[in-house]
């Protein structure tokens, strides 16, 4: 019913900036919260940010002031730009979308994941 795909991760430097996408595609009615969360090996997936719809974001203490989620309705996409990069940001990267289907059907909608390494 419903796809997402997420774009934007890679090898960056310290201090760096890269830019996460994801768009959801399918029988989309509306989106409230679209967040990311990140994974790290041997670690548990956390949040990043959180985006509700007519809310104020919520991010991680970690990332606050470096990062910046946003969102754009129209491509039911949602993005994550961060900038300084530290080498302990380095995980996959996971969109998270709660998406109302136009059946009536509520999803907890997940990315594939992206890769971001941050290494000098």
């Known amino acids: 019913q419903v796809q997402l795909v997420e774009s934007g991760g890679g090898l960056v430097h310290p201090g760096g900036s890269l830019r996460l996408s994801c768009a959801a595609s399918g029988r989309i009615f509306s989106i409230n919260t679209m967040g990311w969360y990140r994974q790290a090996p041997g670690k548990e997936r956390e949040l990043v940010a959180a985006?509700?719809?007519?809310?104020?974001?919520n991010y991680a203490d970690s990332v606050k002031g470096r990062f910046t989620i946003s969102r754009d309705n129209s491509k039911n996409a949602v993005y994550l730009q961060m900038n300084s990069l530290k080498p302990e940001d380095t995980a996959v990267y996971y969109c998270n979308l709660d998406i109302r289907t136009w059946s009536g059907a509520i999803l907890d909608s997940w990315g594939q994941g992206a890769q971001v390494t941050v290494s000098s």
């Open positions: 985006l509700p719809t007519g809310g104020s974001t």
